[in-house]
């Protein structure tokens, strides 16, 4: 296999950075979930139009799985691999990576009791939480047309007596499922940080011949916790990690920089390509051969199995209130106060994207922290959504249903949910309103509160006009 | 309001385009781009902006509602 260089992880956003550096990357590496729409017929549809924008793009392609993990005992989704498979081959990447995390509980008590968590969780690291993930790698691997290398993640818990450290856990599952390894440095000297073990302690106990790919991003510290933010620059710690670790992976066949559109518009391109020449640098032509791992013998585990786990950690982290034993001991740590913390504000995030103007009515209305609480309200009845669509779906209902006292919220929401209606399908919708519309929408789009709108009985036609700048081509799962 | 953006086809019926709606928004363009979102979002293990984004636009930063500006 080829090396393919150095490059950046592409997400909407970046353009204008990818624009100004392109003579700098050798590859970029696209989250195919990202170019995914949850249509409202219930079906999966991959946006062709924005991937075909893509290739106007320098340098290869890789394919980096954000939403349908492969460290828990829910096996990944079916038709959601198969879409990656196709996207694999349209793109012809030479690997395809997800994490070694999980997203969703099963229902093991029946009566669809599963539930999804809306962020990746760590899974049970534990003999039988390395069979569960192995059981999983494989049913993806054995989809995919291409290899598969899965990456560790961050994990915000303490340390456990009753757990494999991770390197061993990642070893075992490496080794288990003969797949290839994502080595993010800043997940594992995020972990390093946090408390969680040495990077050094780690890298001893990987298969770092099995390491295909590299990950670096910026983070901050919050609550305490270092935070795999993607919100900048990788920090000078991590580029010296980077400096001793790169020329130790032999089958290192990419290097990418990771970060969130949200952080873009303070990202100079000149610090970028300062970067993707200073990793270039730090990366050898040849590496050393690698070491072989330390192999201590598996720990005899008792407690909690990985369904146990997956059932209490997704519970808490949602919000829920411990129950169990194995709850009340997680409860204890802080780090699930955090998750907790960052779970809600990744769904408010999702509802300021979507519902655009109903969230820009309620600030003006009820101000910031009315809003947040009216969003954790919610968050307490109602788990997480894969799809940003989804959660809006269900916040509008839950507005419907509570009727906070918000005046033209009703005309807002109803405006809103049509809007995302013709971006999901480009099919036209209608939405009657007794509010002017035009008002509404230009000045919440401005960021004021209309005042005294014209009221009446309006019926406003809804179009999807991006057919003439190139509409979406959507195709169903 | 522009008159390119919106096409009355009668007193109260309108016709609205998605990019004529987009262009009603006047959050600055590469902070919407990192807003909005229909997608399945990249749900890594940091902290997701969009909403004090959002805020920020919206308030002004005092976080209170009637002091925008």
């Known amino acids: ?477 | 309001m522009s008159s390119t953006t919106l096409v009355a086809a009668a007193p109260v019926e309108t016709t609205l385009s998605l990019s004529a709606a987009a262009g009603l928004d006047r959050m600055a363009a590469p902070v919407r781009a990192a807003v909005n979102q229909d997608n399945c979002p990249s749900c890594h293990s940091g902290f997701d902006w969009s909403f004090g984004r959002s805020a920020e636009f919206t308030l002004g930063g005092s976080g209170l509602a009637g002091l925008a500006g």
Do not use: K
């Open chain 1, 1 to 477: 296999m080829a090396r393919l260089g150095v490059g950046l992880t592409y997400v909407r956003g970046l353009e204008r950075l990818l624009e100004e550096c392109g003579d700098r990357l050798d590859v970029i590496e696209v989250e195919p979930q990202t170019f995914w729409r949850s249509r409202p017929d219930g079906t999966v549809a991959t946006d062709h139009e924005a991937l075909r924008r893509l290739a106007d793009l320098p340098g290869a392609r890789l394919l980096h799985g954000v939403g349908n993990p492969v460290g828990g005992s829910v096996l990944p989704d079916a038709e959601h691999t198969a879409l990656v498979g196709e996207l694999a081959e349209q793109l012809a990447v030479p690997w395809v990576s997800e994490h070694l995390a999980f997203n969703r509980v099963g229902d093991a008590g029946g009566g669809g009791t599963g539930f999804r968590t809306g962020f990746m969780l760590p899974p049970r690291q534990t003999p039988a939480g390395v069979r569960r993930s192995v059981r999983s790698v494989r049913a993806m691997a054995e989809a995919l047309p291409v290899p598969l290398a899965v990456e560790l993640g961050t994990n915000y818990l303490r340390p456990r007596a009753d757990e494999l450290s991770d390197g061993a856990f990642a070893a075992r599952v490496a080794e288990g499922a003969d797949c290839g390894l994502l080595l993010d440095l800043h997940n594992v000297l995020a972990n390093e940080r946090n408390g969680r073990g040495s990077v050094d302690a780690l890298l001893a106990e990987l298969p770092l011949d099995r390491v295909l790919e590299v990950h670096l991003a910026g983070g901050f510290e919050h609550r305490g916790y270092w935070l795999d933010a993607h919100s900048g620059l990788p920090d000078e710690d991590l580029i010296r990690l980077a400096g001793r670790v790169l020329p130790r992976l032999p089958a290192l066949r990419a290097v990418l920089f990771e970060v969130t559109a949200s952080a873009a518009p303070g990202l100079e391109a000149g610090a970028v390509r300062e970067l993707t020449d200073r990793l270039r640098e730090l990366w050898p032509a040849a590496a050393v051969a690698a070491p072989a791992p330390l192999r201590r013998p598996d720990p005899a585990v008792p407690g909690a199995g990985p369904e146990e786990w997956e059932a209490a950690l997704g519970g808490l982290a949602v919000g829920r209130e411990p129950r169990t034993v194995l709850e009340r001991e997680l409860a204890a740590d802080p780090a699930v106060g955090l998750l907790r913390e960052l779970i809600l504000e990744f769904r408010a995030g999702a509802l300021a994207g979507t519902l655009v103007h109903t969230v820009r009515l309620l600030l003006l209305t009820l101000g910031e922290a009315g809003v947040r609480e009216l969003i954790a309200e919610y968050a307490r009845r109602r788990t997480p959504e894969l799809f940003a669509t989804e959660e809006a779906f269900a916040f509008a209902e839950h507005l419907r249903r509570c009727r906070p006292a918000v005046p033209l919220l009703p005309d807002v929401l109803e405006l809103d949910l049509g809007l995302m209606l013709v971006r999901l399908d480009g099919e036209p919708r209608t939405v009657t309103v007794g509010t002017d519309p035009t008002v509404l929408l230009t000045e919440l789009g401005a960021g004021r509160l209309p005042v005294d709108p014209p009221r009446g009985s309006y019926r406003l036609r809804l179009v999807d006009d991006r057919a003439e700048a190139g509409r979406p081509a959507l195709s169903s799962s």
